[in-house]
Structures are given as structure tokens and as C-alpha cells.
């Protein structure tokens, strides 16, 4: 007999149907053919002690099951179930009527239960498109799945509920997920807030500039000056996700396997601070089956990296492209996937290899040349991609021990999403821009040309620093930035001039 059941593959952030037909006749092999990985090939045990462990007889018949489409790779352990399914049915222990309706997937321990899978949101999408009536998948992952409307998703635990659902002996229940209610009600809620940090009101400014125009920053100070800490609560003042960002985002999440259990939309914007010793491939994402990366993970959030001149310099490289593009391809012999990658880039490092360049009290032991040498490591391209550069100094006593609360993000955020409506705004016809950062040269011309002063005031600037014609492009940017904070038509000549103290990392600006 011979019958199908209806899996996913997932490709990139989506997903594609698998059928696996499964056909008993006389015989006593086990053949599994479609292109499966290691992890699909040893479900014949788990399946077979799933099944037994639950009453029912492996069929003692020559069994094939073909994987279609064959030419793509199966990989992982989420075909279990509807492998099982199809076996079952194939030998007649079940009926196979219901099968053409659902999707299915999870896999399968060897007493039945099931196990999460990764991807379960990209799998539901695709789905509720191809008019399945209903997506069958382990416990932990409904709510994810139950994000996409207008699909029936069912949790289970055991294969057994699968059968006897399948079967006609039992009903299932839909798990309902109020998206909208759910999402919203956590959107402004953070563990940790700008009201804790005293002093550094600089350094504030430059974050709420940088969250008001989706600007790359990087803060230079010595150690303890704060660096990490206000970095951790930069995603407090960002604009809220909107549903689609965050069904980007749950996405990727979703892919990598990096959602908690029982989570259905993320409602914040991620913040990923990976280790200066990470790969180029775990940051940007690949590997011989390519999953996403790090900064891919950080889609429509912050990307942190700590101590950035200790990162390799070739990881730091391979983010050129990606922070330019805001999107990563990632290109093998076979195929070719794409990962949404837009990301803001906030960095944090030491002026130098001991600390204490510039430090109001301590003294720096760093020999002759050591500090540019030090200062080098980041490559003059990657640091014309950051538009903020932003000198922290340590706070003085007098400040940190000041029992007052300071200005709390609630307030931050108000402003920078006051400026995110105007960009909104202005870019509302044009296509893939929704904020200054995203600007083209064209759109400078047309939005961000300064004012005759602001002009003459950028141009001596240009001469005395030596800024390359990328850091011109940023200090528009960042001066259109100000302007819409400060609700300006215009950009004025004090907007130039404070986005060009944001550039006092420039080799010739800075330690020179």
C-alpha cells in the first residue's frame, strides 16, 4: 500500500514541502532514499522502539520511504513523526484518510514522546500556503506555530494522540495565541534601564542619536568607565518591533532553534554579544549546511561586540558587507541561501593595549607607536562603517555617588521615536529605507545637505581630519539625525558641528 505524509524542509528563513511517501509491500527491508542526512537515517530505531513502546508492530514488510523532492538534503531529527505516520498507515495499522490535511513534524524519543524542533514558524508559514488544514508539531513549539493565522496547529506530546486523532478516537485542540495581546503587553518591559547610570551624559546623548537614526557607534574608554553597561541598555531606548519586524525576527530565531519553549512572537529587539573569540562563520552564519549567524540572530536589534580590536581581524572584515548591504549570502557548490542581516552595530574598546590612554588620573605605560598600533587592528574601512565614535571617561566620585535617579529610557525612547516618525515620514515612498542611516547619496542631496555655515563648517573639518568620502556621507547622516531629534526642517550648522565630534576616532582626529 501506498501512502503519503506531508513534512518541511527549511531553506534559509523559509521553508519548502517535503512528501514522504511511504510504500509496504512483500518483502522484509528498510529502505530510506530522498537524500537524508546521518540524523534522518537513524530514525528507523526511534521509530521502531517508539512504536512498540506503544503498542503497534513495526510492519514485517519490505518498506521504502522516498523523501521528495530527492534532490534536496533532509537533514535533522524532525521527520520522525511523519515517517512513523506513514509507515503505520503504509501497513494498514492506521487510516489514511485525514494524512493530505496536515503537516506534521517533531521528533521522537524512544518511548513516543516528542521532542521541539527548530523552524516550527517558517514550517507554519508555508503551511497555511500550500492550504494544509491543519500543522501537527510537539507541545513546546505550538504557540510559535500559532502565530500564523488562519491555520489549525495542533500541540501533542506522545505519538499516540497523533494515532488515535488520525484514527477518529480523539480531537485535538487548536492552540489559539492572541498575537496582538501578547506582543504588545511585553513590548516595554526591560530588566535593566538608563535611570541606573549616573554621569556619562555624553555618552547618553550619542546612544540616543545613534537609536534615533539606526547609527553604528563605538564607545573608546578606559576599563569600568561603563562601556558594557550602557551598551546592555541601549536596547531599552530603541522604537518598539513592529509585527512584522518581529515576525523577521522570530523567524531567524525560529531557524537557529533559539527560541524558549512555548514563546510565540519575540516582542523585543534582540541584543547578541558574542565572545571576541568567535569564527567568521558563527558571526555571519554558514557551515556545511548553513544556519544563521550571530548577526543575522541580531536582526532588527543591536549587535554588541565587546573589546572589538581583540576580535580576529578577518571575523571583523566579513562584516563589511553585511553592514553595508544588510543582508548576508552565503554561496555553496549545490545552493545558495540569504539571511536578513540588519542589524545596528554598537562596539566598545579599550584606547589602548593597557587602558589608561587619556585618562584623567592614571597614567599610560603603553610604549611610543603602541596605541596606533593598537588603534590599526580595525581597518580603516570598517571603522568608516561606524557613524558615532564617542570618548567615555570615567565618572567622578561626586556622580556616582549620587542617590538621584537619572533621566530613565521611558523618556530616551519617547524622543527617538518621535525622530523615527518623521524619517518614517519622509522615506514612506521609498522602498527599503526607513531610517537616516539607510540613506543613499541621492537622498543626502535631497535631505541632508546642511546649511551654507554647516557647509563651510563640514569642509574645513574634511581638510583638517582627512575624512574619506564614506565619513562625509555619516556626518550628513548623523547631523539629519540631530536635526530631526531637535524637529528641524533644516540642518543647521550646530547639527554639523556636534556629528563631527562624533568622528574623533578618525586616524588623523584621534591618538595621532
Not at 546623548?205 to 564607545?219: C, D, F, K, S
Not at 551598551?231 to 524558549?260: C, D, M, N, W
Not at 548591504?325 to 554561496?331: E, H, P, W
Request: charged share 25%; aromatic share 6%.
Amino acid at each position: 500500500m501506498l501512502v503519503k505524509t506531508y513534512a518541511a524542509a527549511v531553506q534559509g528563513v523559509n521553508a519548502l514541502v517535503v512528501t514522504i511517501e511511504v510504500n509496504c509491500s512483500q518483502g522484509i527491508k528498510f529502505f530510506l532514499v530522498g537524500l537524508p542526512d546521518n540524523a534522518v537515517k537513524e530514525s528507523h530505531e526511534r521509530i521502531v522502539s517508539a512504536l512498540r513502546f506503544n503498542g503497534f508492530k513495526f510492519p514485517s514488510q519490505q518498506v521504502v520511504v522516498n523523501m521528495a523532492p530527492a534532490d534536496i538534503r533532509k537533514e535533522g531529527s524532525a521527520y520522525d513523526l511523519p515517517i512513523a505516520i506513514g509507515i503505520l498507515a503504509g501497513g494498514g495499522s492506521i487510516s489514511s484518510e485525514k494524512l493530505e490535511s496536515y503537516m506534521m513534524m517533531g521528533e521522537l524519543s524512544l518511548d513516543g514522546t516528542l521532542q521541539p524542533i527548530k523552524g516550527a514558524l517558517p514550517i507554519a508559514i508555508k503551511a497555511r500556503e500550500d492550504k494544509f488544514e491543519g500543522l501537527i508539531v510537539p507541545k513546546q513549539n505550538a504557540r510559535e506555530a500559532a502565530v500564523v493565522n488562519n491555520l489549525k496547529v495542533y500541540g501533542v506530546e506522545n505519538i499516540r494522540e497523533v494515532i488515535e486523532f488520525i484514527n477518529g478516537d480523539r480531537e485535538l485542540e487548536p492552540t489559539e495565541v492572541n498575537t496582538r495581546e501578547d506582543f504588545y503587553n511585553s513590548q516595554a518591559k526591560f530588566d535593566l534601564d538608563f535611570e541606573d547610570v549616573k554621569g556619562q551624559e555624553s555618552v547618553k546623548r550619542a546612544l540616543e542619536v545613534a537609536a534615533a537614526g539606526g547609527h553604528n557607534l563605538i564607545m573608546v574608554g578606559p576599563p569600568g568607565a561603563g562601556k558594557s553597561m550602557m551598551a546592555k541598555r541601549f536596547p531599552s531606548i530603541l522604537p518598539p518591533l513592529t509585527l512584522q519586524e518581529a515576525l523577521e525576527t522570530t523567524k531567524i530565531h525560529s531557524v537557529a532553534g533559539k527560541i524558549a519553549k512555548n514563546t510565540s512572537l519575540l516582542s523585543q529587539r534582540p541584543f547578541r554579544s558574542p565572545h571576541h573569540t568567535i569564527s567568521s562563520a558563527a558571526l555571519v552564519g554558514g557551515g556545511s549546511f548553513p544556519q544563521p549567524g550571530e548577526i543575522s540572530l541580531a536582526h532588527n536589534g543591536v549587535l554588541f561586540l565587546d573589546e572589538l580590536p581583540e576580535f580576529n581581524r578577518q571575523v571583523l572584515e566579513v562584516m563589511r558587507q553585511p553592514l553595508e548591504d544588510r543582508k548576508i549570502s552565503i554561496s555553496r557548490a549545490r545552493f545558495a541561501v540569504e539571511y536578513p542581516a540588519s542589524v545596528m552595530l554598537i562596539a566598545s574598546m579599550n584606547p589602548c593595549p593597557c587602558g589608561y590612554y587619556n585618562h584623567p588620573e592614571k597614567e599610560c605605560v603603553c610604549g611610543q607607536g603602541m596605541v596606533q598600533k593598537y588603534l590599526n587592528r580595525i581597518s580603516g574601512p570598517l571603522l568608516d562603517r561606524i557613524d558615532i565614535h564617542i570618548e567615555i571617561v570615567p565618572v567622578p566620585f561626586e556622580k556616582i555617588s549620587d542617590s538621584r535617579p537619572a533621566e530613565p529610557s521611558e523618556h530616551i525612547r519617547e524622543r527617538v521615536i518621535n525622530a523615527r516618525k518623521i524619517q518614517e515620514e519622509r522615506f514612506a515612498e521609498t522602498e527599503g529605507v526607513y531610517c537616516n542611516a539607510q540613506m543613499s547619496a541621492k537622498l543626502l542631496n535631497t535631505y541632508a545637505l546642511p546649511d551654507e555655515a554647516g557647509m563651510a563648517l563640514l569642509k574645513n573639518a574634511m581638510n583638517r581630519l582627512n575624512l574619506s568620502a564614506r565619513a562625509y556621507d555619516r556626518i550628513l547622516k548623523v547631523s539629519r539625525t540631530i536635526a530631526d531629534l531637535e524637529g528641524s526642517e533644516k540642518v543647521l550648522s550646530h547639527h554639523v558641528g556636534e556629528a563631527i565630534n562624533y568622528r574623533n576616532l578618525d586616524r588623523e582626529g584621534w591618538a595621532g
